[in-house]
């Protein structure tokens, strides 16, 4: 019995986690929405944290000088990008959330040199893969991905 009342909370926290998300979207990830932002909202914090196992990754991210862009839901995900103007944008991020919160994945990039260097994608505690081209920042941006992170890691 205590069991069931366990996967009823966790279920019931997942669809509260999609209306949260909401709320977020069309706002800038430090934008104060309530009393949280989007990187400071506890849920999206503890999924970045599950992601990236790099702090200076997550403290680069968190970092409130950035140059953003309004969050926005694209199919049944969530994303959020930024980059630090002093790098004139080669170094960015972005967050990409499944909408129900339950997968998460982040891009986190340096500058792109193909076949050198490129945008890491952080899945689970690992980098997943590396794409050649800077972490999206926009809808047409996920083209490749298909329904990454909710479907499978791009071949």
């Known amino acids: 019995m205590k069991i069931m009342a366990g996967l009823a909370a966790a279920s019931l926290g997942v669809t509260g986690v999609a209306v949260k998300l909401d709320t977020y979207v069309g706002k800038h990830p430090h934008q104060v929405v309530g009393d949280k932002t989007f990187l400071t909202d506890p ?12 702090a200076d990754i997550r403290n680069f991210i968190a970092e409130r000088d950035m140059t953003t862009v309004p969050i926005r839901r694209i199919d049944s995900r969530v994303l959020a990008a930024g980059w630090d103007p002093k790098s ?14 339950s997968k998460t994945a ?3 990039s340096e500058g792109v040199e193909p076949e050198v260097r490129g945008a890491d994608w952080y899945v689970d505690g690992k980098k997943a893969f590396t ?10 941006d996920l083209g490749g991905l298909g329904t990454f992170p909710i479907g499978p890691i791009p071949s």
């Open 88 to 101: 004139g944008g080669d170094v960015n991020w972005a967050v990409l959330m499944s909408h129900d919160g």
């Open 131 to 140: 794409l050649y081209a800077k972490c999206p920042s926009r809808g047409e």
């Open 43 to 54: 849920q999206v914090k503890a999924a970045i944290e599950k992601a990236v196992p790099v």
């Open 106 to 108: 982040v891009c986190y």
